[in-house]
């Protein structure tokens, strides 16, 4: 069974191809059968040449036409149901990197869960900020390709209120981390969703305003969050655990020779300037070991560049 609007309509296309494939299967085996008892070449010892036959020709080509376009037609109505997205649909953008999914809301709110109300049109606006991803949510019968620099939409309405772990995940190979690619799908009723849509925007709009003099710095609540966010956890670990990309935690302060990607040796201090330049510009200076891990540099603005360095400090 499906929670979403569409689950019906791509179950039963499912079932009337499969149903179309079993049969033709049966009729093809059981004609095969009969051709191989009925021409046996002990009955048949001397070959005979076949002028054809005008009905039987006509039938197997009028027979799986129709076969074919049947299943064209669900499919293609189907089809067009997901492309045609209704003018009140909520919209929700959906940013995908390697190696996790982001997903941003009108009012500001960003959050790696996606939280949607129940029995409402919800818009996906699909964006990747590096390779091609596919956002595939399995209990919706949904899947779109989030393909860089392409505007791609989708859109789908939940049926069921609930929870659904691990709900949304990645359905194109993106790299070493793919298989880890998964999201949470929270569906709220609509009375939930607007407390939790106004709570939780206004806690963003007060994180995105600047801290006043004097007023205590939000890099606690904000730097860990960023970190989330931006999707610097898919690579790098804060406890010391092994990761595509070298653990952060004590990392800043660090004074060593490392050896680097083309073999050359260098002394580094992983300061703030480091820190820094390291994110701007991931592949710059890449030390042995890590070369063939892919940073993509996200967008930042100064200040959550700031706040970042500022929460690695903490490590």
């Not at 029995?119 to 956002?135: A, T």
């Not at 939780?200 to 801290?211: D, I, S, V, Y």
């Given at each position: 069974m499906g929670a979403g609007n569409f689950a019906t309509q791509v179950d039963n296309t499912f079932l009337i191809v499969l149903a179309i494939s079993v049969i033709t299967l049966i009729g093809i085996?059981?004609?095969m059968i009969w051709f191989m008892?009925?021409?046996?070449?002990?009955?048949?010892?001397?070959a005979k040449d076949?002028?054809?036959h005008l009905g039987l020709e006509v039938?197997?080509?009028?027979?799986?036409?129709?076969?074919?376009?049947?299943?064209?037609?669900f499919g293609m109505e189907g089809y067009?149901?997901?492309?045609?997205i209704p003018e009140d649909a909520f919209e929700i953008q959906a940013t995908g990197r390697m190696w996790s999914w982001v997903f941003e809301y009108e009012n500001g709110i960003q959050d790696t869960a996606l939280?949607?109300?129940?029995?409402?049109?919800?818009?996906?606006?699909?964006?990747?900020?590096?390779?091609?991803?596919?956002?595939?949510i399995p209990a919706f019968r949904i899947k779109k390709d989030v393909v860089p620099n392409v505007d791609n939409r989708m859109w789908f309405a939940a049926d069921e209120p609930g929870y659904f772990k691990d709900a949304i995940a990645c359905a194109e190979y993106c790299g070493d981390s793919h298989w880890n690619m998964y999201a949470d799908l929270d569906v709220l009723p609509?009375?939930?969703?607007?407390?939790?849509?106004?709570?939780?925007?206004?806690?963003?709009?007060?994180?995105?305003?600047?801290?006043?003099?004097?007023e205590a710095s939000k890099v606690g609540l904000r730097g860990p969050m960023l970190f989330t966010l931006k999707g610097c956890n898919a690579c790098h670990s804060v406890d010391g655990s092994p990761l595509v990309g070298p653990t952060l935690k004590g990392i800043f302060g660090k004074e060593e020779e490392v050896v680097l990607a083309d073999g050359s040796s260098k002394m580094i201090t992983v300061d703030e300037e480091y820190l820094i330049r390291s994110i701007k510009e991931p592949d710059a200076e890449k030390v042995k070991g890590f070369e063939n891990s892919i940073m993509v540099a996200q967008p930042l603005t100064e200040t959550e560049l700031a706040e970042i360095v500022a929460y690695l400090k903490t490590l």
């Open positions: 085996t059981i004609a008892y009925r021409y046996h070449h002990t009955r048949h010892e001397q076949i002028h054809g039938a197997w080509t009028v027979i799986p036409t129709i076969l074919v376009l049947s299943m064209f037609y067009s149901e997901m492309r045609t939280r949607v109300p129940l029995n409402r049109p919800i818009h996906m606006k699909l964006v990747s900020n590096d390779v091609i991803h596919s956002l595939y609509q009375a939930e969703f607007d407390a939790w849509y106004k709570s939780k925007g206004e806690e963003f709009a007060a994180l995105a305003q600047p801290a006043a003099p004097g």
